[in-house]
């Protein structure tokens, strides 16, 4: 069992910047591929970004792709997305994720784990 803690979202202007993190209570946490989703109201909930096990291989969503860096620290139990250039479209739940398969990294259906979610609102 893997529990998992978002924190870090917020309040901020358009152009501005913020910094997820998710903390991870297991002590195999490095064996984990870890992503972020997002969920607007009423609406499924959308690939951001996920990272290897590792931290050497990252993907993003074509929408976040030069804005937003995933990373983590093996030895914090921890990821870290950091958000630059925020856009009002970038307002929603961020979910942190945490996955064994290798496979489709971007549908939320191979994520095992999934984090209460923190909320980021962006205003014009």
């Known amino acids: 069992q893997v529990q998992l803690v978002e924190s870090g979202g917020g309040l901020v202007q358009a152009g501005g910047s913020l910094r997820l993190s998710c903390a991870a209570s297991a002590r195999t946490f490095s064996t984990y591929r870890m992503g972020w989703f997002r969920q607007p109201p009423g609406k499924e909930r959308e690939f951001v970004a996920v990272?290897?096990?590792?931290?050497?291989?990252?993907l993003y969503a074509d929408s976040v792709q030069g804005r937003f860096t995933l990373s983590r620290d093996n030895a914090k139990n921890t990821v870290y997305l950091q958000m630059n250039s925020l856009e009002p479209e970038d307002t929603d739940v961020y979910y942190c994720a945490a996955r064994n398969r290798p496979i489709a990294p971007m549908s939320p259906l191979t994520y095992d784990y999934w984090g209460q979610g923190t909320q980021v609102t962006v205003s014009s």
């Open positions: 990272i290897s096990w590792s931290g050497t291989s990252t």
